[in-house]
């Protein structure tokens, strides 16, 4: 089986990103074969100062290996080293209705909300058809939120090939991946970029403590009993603790004489055992950016490897 997933390198990950998507995604590197790439083409729609852009990349590389991609097992690289993606999208663009791009989320929103799209983002879902069918993936692992695109993949996939009368692109399926925990941030709303909320993976020890000790509490004191089941700081406690350390947390929390000052105490011990060996990982990674490029460098040749065969069967279609 071949596993596909993509992440745009538009900041610094989080915890959120981590316990709702990637941690899950490194968890299918196992599968026969698996492709992880960092979507700079798809980034270039928000982000346009190239410096930035660079920087984000590579971040979002060491984090990836940081966080437990093993590049002998799976294949990581950066889209725009694989040329090949674009003239699929071309390819695909010829065959894609315009109905089902003005279907999709992304293009719906900005317009509801009288915000400018350009092109790219009206066309970002051929980008990301193109993406999918180029390393004839068998599942994409996505979010609930995103399974949308993978129904349009399959539409400009079936389509290709009706038109074509073979079966150059294989269909792919959406493997919805479901977060095995609520990832509140700061503020108690769900923690994203976007929000302004967010505790980041491998942002220096004591911004990481200052981030936890501003999340949002009630008012009750110390020797108030609190309810674990309404709290942002015992839901970020679950993430690192075992049942057995949520049972004895609850229980704390249910008793009274605990403020929540202590509790974050323990979300910030709880997170920096749990990404320790991470952190030490990615330090020694800056420290050879030379290796990580030849990592980035190795896996687009791996997956250009793939997509020259997919691309090949589908300019033959096309008669090219």
Not at 63 to 77: I, S
Not at 213 to 226: C, P
């Amino acid at each position: 089986m071949k596993v596909l997933s993509g992440i745009q390198p538009t900041g610094r990950f989080h915890w959120g990103n981590y316990f709702g998507a990637i941690r899950q995604y490194i968890d299918l590197q196992d599968n026969e074969q698996a492709f992880y790439f960092i979507a700079d083409y798809h980034a270039l729609t928000t982000v346009r100062e190239p410096e930035i852009l660079k920087g984000y990349v590579r971040d979002a590389a060491l984090d990836l290996l940081a966080l437990g991609l093993k590049p002998e097992q799976a294949t990581l690289f950066r889209q725009s080293d694989v040329p090949e993606v674009t003239e699929l999208t071309w390819l695909l663009m010829t065959v894609t209705q315009m109905h089902l791009l003005e279907k999709c989320h992304a293009y719906k929103d900005k317009k509801a909300k009288g915000i400018a799209a350009d092109a790219g983002l009206f066309t970002y879902p051929v980008l990301m058809a193109a993406d999918i069918l180029l390393y004839d993936s068998d599942t994409v692992p996505v979010g609930l939120d995103q399974v949308q695109h993978i129904e349009v993949t399959r539409d400009i996939a079936s389509r290709f090939n009706n038109i074509y009368g073979v079966e150059a692109l294989k269909l792919p399926n959406a493997k919805v991946v479901e977060s095995a925990a609520k990832v509140p941030g700061t503020d108690g709303e769900k923690m994203s970029k976007s929000y302004n909320n967010t505790i980041e993976l491998f942002d220096t020890p004591k911004r990481i403590k200052k981030k936890i000790n501003a999340v949002k509490t009630d008012s009750s004191g110390v020797e108030d009993k609190k309810n674990p089941e309404t709290c942002a700081v015992f839901d970020l406690y679950k993430l690192f603790a075992t049942e057995d350390q949520q049972a004895e947390l609850a229980e704390r929390y249910r008793t009274g004489g605990m403020g929540y000052g202590e509790a974050k105490k323990l979300v910030n011990a709880a997170a920096d055992e749990h990404f320790a060996e991470a952190r030490e990982r990615r330090e020694q990674l800056e420290q050879n950016p030379d290796t990580l490029e030849d990592i980035l460098r190795d896996g687009a040749g791996r997956a250009r490897a793939v997509a020259c065969e997919v691309l090949d069967r589908v300019r033959s279609a096309c008669g090219l």
